[in-house]
């Protein structure tokens, strides 16, 4: 039933039809296959095929997320997190994007930094944020990169290290963030963390104007 739902979501080898698909996903995932209740709660996330169904996503991604996927986890933590079919819960929120980071999924990561760092639905703790901003950062996470290199600068419940500020400055900067490339030609025009390179700090300033 799942790999020919694939397929007629795909229209691999087969004329592509979505409502067909959302089907067959519905059948596989109530048989208890994990993709298929992932995929369907996308499907009706989205309204894929299907009419748009906030509260039935919400209970497919989060039986697929209970069976242990990764981006299910991900998925309705941020469905917690706004309320968006279900009634905001800030703590179960945490829960979901803390176990969807411990499965590698980089926006959890990402998430779960934010929510430490800010103390909502959970004590704030900023060196546990930073440590999960760096994971996120690590693996191509921009804001991540950006958060953690303001943190390393400001020394936000974290020793103030301006090299690796630096570092992370840059790396956002070269994936296109504004804030970033501002914040690394500041750096560059003063000295912090790297040599003093005005014409650097004038291309970085003109990437960000």
Known sequence: MFNYAIMLANGDGIES????????????ADEGDIQAMYNYALMLSKGDGVEINKQEAAHYFKKSADEGEGQAMYNY??????????????????NYFKKAAEKGVVSAMFNYALMLSNGDGINEN??????????????????????YALMLYN??????????????YKLAADQGDIDAMNNYGLMLSKGEGCAIDKKEAAHYYKMAA
């Open 155 to 168: 020394g936000d419940g974290i020793n103030i290290n301006m090299h690796q500020a630096a570092h992370y």
């Open 77 to 94: 933590g941020c469905i917690l997190d706004t309320g968006d079919g279900v009634e905001v819960n800030k703590q179960e929120a945490v």
């Open 17 to 28: 039809d979505k409502k067909e698909a959302a089907h067959y996903y519905k059948m596989a």
């Open 126 to 147: 900023k060196k546990e944020a930073a440590k999960y901003y760096q994971k996120a950062a690590d693996q191509g996470h921009v804001k991540a990169m950006f958060n």
